[in-house]
């Protein structure tokens, strides 16, 4: 599933980049779908990117985070 989401990501990124780069180009508006996708995209990267700092700053100060395997020593 981790897959499929990834790619479906990928998809929708690329869509919004090149649409909006076209309506540069063409100085025109970016219509409001692709602005709220482009919003939306950016709001789950920032969150997932603050969350993946956290476990990161958990596991520098030793705390367990459930779900992650230990490494051994």
Known sequence: MLEFSVFIYGLLTGFVLISA???????????AMVTAVGW????MSSTLAV????????LLF???????PT???
């Open 51 to 58: 969350l993946c700092g956290a476990v990161g700053i958990a």
């Open 40 to 43: 939306g995209l950016f709001s």
């Open 71 to 73: 490494l051994p020593g």
């Open 21 to 31: 780069e076209q309506n540069r180009r063409a100085a025109r508006p970016n219509p």
């Open 62 to 68: 030793g705390v367990s985070v459930p779900g992650l």
